[in-house]
């Protein structure tokens, strides 16, 4: 059984960078052809997906975000980890973690693509 857990601050200063990271046990992140995604939930809204890390890793992001969102891994770690840039209070949000993800920017959002999830962490985005 997957299991995927995100850690990191709860809290995030605006303009500062929000670090989360998420750890994998019962499967490889650089197993083929596998993928893992980070998405995201603000209050009231819809699952936003923002990036992606594939088996090779290989990275893809959302339009909306790529100029401010980095993906990475450590694969030693079997951990994937986010990075958000210039935070502001729109980017409060629960977080997730994801194995999956693949195809078009358009497939991205088929949540049932999506196996294994993370239970989310609530991070917010105050001075």
């Known amino acids: 059984q997957v299991q995927l857990q995100e850690s990191g601050p709860g809290l995030v200063k605006p303009s500062q960078t929000l670090s989360l990271t998420c750890t994998v046990s019962g499967g490889s992140i650089t197993t083929s052809y596998y993928a893992w995604s980070w998405i995201r939930q603000p209050p009231g809204k819809g699952l936003e997906w923002m990036g992606v890390?594939?088996?090779?890793?290989?990275?893809y992001y959302s339009p909306s975000l790529k100029s401010r969102t980095s993906i990475s891994r450590d694969t030693s770690k079997n951990q994937f980890s986010l990075q958000l840039s210039s935070v502001t209070p729109e980017d409060t949000a629960v977080y997730y973690c994801a194995r999956g993800g693949g195809g078009t920017i358009a497939t991205m959002s088929r949540w049932g693509m999506y196996d294994y999830w993370g239970q989310g962490t609530q991070v917010t985005v105050s001075s």
């Open positions: 890390i594939a088996y090779d890793g290989s990275t």
